[in-house]
Structure formats: structure tokens, C-alpha cells
């Protein structure tokens, strides 16, 4: 019906004439704004993967989140975790980039300092990390080194004189403990055998007390849990360095890396603020990329009133002791990682250097 008798229609006399007129014009196409659909995880299971073995602080943040996410999501969907170890984390990210669909059921914990491997340009990274929808993080996890007790490593000076360089377990070349080793001996003069080939944090614990490494880098919440909490009572381990600038209080008193440079070091501290950028976003958790914006944003937001969860605080704060404040939106997340990879050719150079493998 052309649009002028519709204008002018007389209801009561041509009332059905009408309303099929009016209907087929409120049916023709209008721009409708898109909205999150929140019945889309009703009944759905999210796979969760873990870029680390079981045990190892990355797994146990994962796990706590798995028990709390999915509660504060619509729909309330079951979460699934699977630890995808190896490669100090790029297994891990490499799937989640590559294979892992982006419909917002599959998210990981990722390994924080991974995205170092792509800045270098590393053939074995697959991932561009930047691009990853990134979900939040939470905790901050300053690093630092202890070394057995019964070996003469007991302090960066001894170290420095040994006649052998202690043995460092590692899981990979860019494994966080690996990238934070690497500069400390650049910046504190030292010379250090990097051991590599561990599966999991757990794992080099266990190497150290087989005696197949000396010494231990790492952050400093993992004192809290098992088996550090029996050597740090036992003095079974002597710390020597932490990160700082601000000291931990979670470690015996030690010296910072500031405080035991010498001033000819200043270059390698500030590649050190580049470099351990990351322990600023101790837990990253991200989905592929190309997740559906509204799907994203419901991670997001779930992700959020789930740090506010007084069960989930008080877990965090037991585990990883977490004070409840320090996080990063997915979004601050997203452009942290981004202005960190994005360095000039110079920093870059000196970021090879200090990952190039002995």
C-alpha cells in the first residue's frame, strides 16, 4: 500500500487494511545497536587452558579462577581446565592464537612474559600477542633469585667469584625466571649456566632438590606455597636478589638489583624496566583473537565483579597473596602488552642480546 493511504487511513472504517499496512512498514530494515547476548553461555562449557604444568603458580591462579568465573557470568557456564605445558608457555599461546576457535568458549592463562619472544622475533612463537582479546589480570609478582643453602651461592658476591657459575633451572629461553637470569647477570656482572628443559615450576623445584640446578629464579609469591614455605622454615634456600625497586614483603631482607649495580649498569636497569614489564600483570588471562566484541565484553566484565567476589579475595590472598587491588582491566591490559612490544630497533638489539642463549 503506497505510503500517502497509509498516512490517511481511517482505522475504524479500513482498520485490518491498517494494520497490515503499518506492520509491513515498521518491518522494513532499521540500524539497531548491537547488544552483548547473554543467553550465549547458557548450558556452554569454556575450555581453560594453562600454560603450565600442574602445581606451579600459574596453574593454581588458573584453577581459582575456574572455580569463581563462571558464577559471575550469565548463564553461570562450567569451566574445564586443561594444562597445556611446554615451551615455557608458547605451547599454550600458540594454540590458543592458532587452533582455538574464537567464539569465546576457550580462554587460557597465559604466560606472562612470552610476548618478549615475539619482540625478538623468535621462530617458535606463532602468536602475535598483541592481538589476543585479552580477558584481565591480577596480582602483582616482583622477581627473585635463592640459591641451596649447602652451595657456596649464598649472595651476588659469591656468586661473582665462584670459579664455577651456578646452574639455573629453567623451563625454556623465554620463560619468565630465564628473562629475568639473563639480566641480572648483565647487570650485576656475573656469569650463570642456564639449565633449561623443566616442564613446570614444579618441576625445577624438584630439580633443585634432586641437586640437578643450584639456584632458583622466580617470583616472589611462590614462598607461600609448597614446597618454598618448608625451605624458606628450613633454610633450605638463601636468597640473594629480588627485582625491587620496591622490596617484597614476602622475602627474608634482601638486596635489590638497584642497589647491587654498579653505576656503569644503568643501560641494563633500564632495559630491566622494559623487559619485566610484566610483572606489573602477574596473571594474564586472554581468549583468541577475534572473539566477538559483545562476547569479549561480557568476559570482561564477568572477569571484574569476579575480583570483587569476597570468596575469591580471600582465596587470592591465601594463594597468591593478592591485596585485593592490584589488577588490569583487559582493556589497559591490551595496550600494556601492545606499548611493550612496540620498541625501537635499538632496545630490541639489546633485548636479543640478553636472551641470546649461552
Same mark, same amino acid.
Given at each position: %500500500? ?70 559471575? %557470568? ?285
Amino acid at each position: %500500500m503506497p505510503y500517502r493511504k497509509i498516512r490517511d487511513c481511517d482505522l475504524p472504517r479500513r482498520g485490518l487494511m491498517c494494520f497490515v499496512a503499518g506492520v509491513t512498514l515498521w518491518s522494513l530494515p532499521f540500524p539497531v545497536l548491537a547488544q552483548p547476548d547473554k543467553s550465549f553461555f547458557d548450558g556452554k562449557a569454556i575450555r581453560f587452558l594453562v600454560a603450565s604444568g600442574p602445581g606451579a603458580t600459574t596453574d593454581i591462579s588458573a584453577r581459582l579462577v575456574a572455580r569463581y568465573l563462571g558464577k559471575h %557470568m550469565p548463564g553461570n557456564p562450567g569451566i574445564v581446565v586443561q594444562n597445556m605445558s611446554g615451551g615455557g608457555g608458547l605451547v599454550a599461546a600458540n594454540y590458543l592464537f592458532n587452533v582455538a576457535k574464537p567464539d569465546g568458549l576457550t580462554i587460557a592463562a597465559i604466560s606472562r612474559a612470552n610476548y618478549i619472544e615475539q619482540m625478538v622475533g623468535r621462530p617458535e612463537v606463532k602468536a602475535d600477542f598483541r592481538k589476543f582479546s585479552w580477558i584481565g589480570s591480577f596480582n602483582k609478582a616482583p622477581m627473585m633469585v635463592a640459591c641451596r643453602s649447602d652451595t657456596e651461592y649464598k649472595s651476588i658476591a659469591a656468586i661473582r667469584a665462584a670459579k664455577t657459575p651456578p646452574r639455573f633451572g629453567q623451563s625454556g629461553t623465554g620463560s619468565i625466571s630465564y628473562v629475568f637470569a639473563s639480566l641480572i647477570e648483565r647487570a650485576l656482572d656475573l656469569k650463570i649456566k642456564n639449565v633449561t628443559g623443566f616442564q613446570s615450576g614444579r618441576d625445577t623445584d624438584l630439580g633443585m632438590e634432586r641437586g640437578e640446578i643450584d639456584c632458583r629464579a622466580t617470583s616472589d609469591v611462590t614462598v607461600i606455597r609448597a614446597l618454598w614455605n618448608r625451605w624458606v622454615t628450613e633454610n633450605y634456600v638463601t636468597f640473594v636478589v629480588q627485582q625491587g625497586p620496591e622490596k617484597s614483603a614476602l622475602l627474608p631482607p634482601v638486596a635489590t638489583v638497584a642497589e647491587l649495580a654498579r653505576p656503569e649498569a644503568k643501560p641494563y636497569l633500564i632495559l630491566m624496566n622494559v623487559m619485566l614489564a610484566y610483572t606489573e600483570f602477574d596473571r594474564p588471562f586472554a581468549a583468541p583473537p577475534g572473539v566477538p566484541k559483545e562476547r569479549l565484553v561480557i568476559l570482561r566484565e564477568s572477569f571484574e565483579r569476579m575480583l570483587k567476589d569476597a570468596g575469591f579475595a580471600a582465596e587470592a590472598k591465601k594463594l597468591l597473596d593478592w591485596n585485593g587491588t592490584t589488577y588490569l582491566s583487559g582493556e589497559d591490559l591490551r595496550r600494556k602488552i601492545d606499548a611493550t612490544v612496540r620498541q625501537p630497533p635499538d632496545v630490541i638489539q639489546r633485548v636479543k642480546e640478553i636472551l641470546a642463549e649461552s
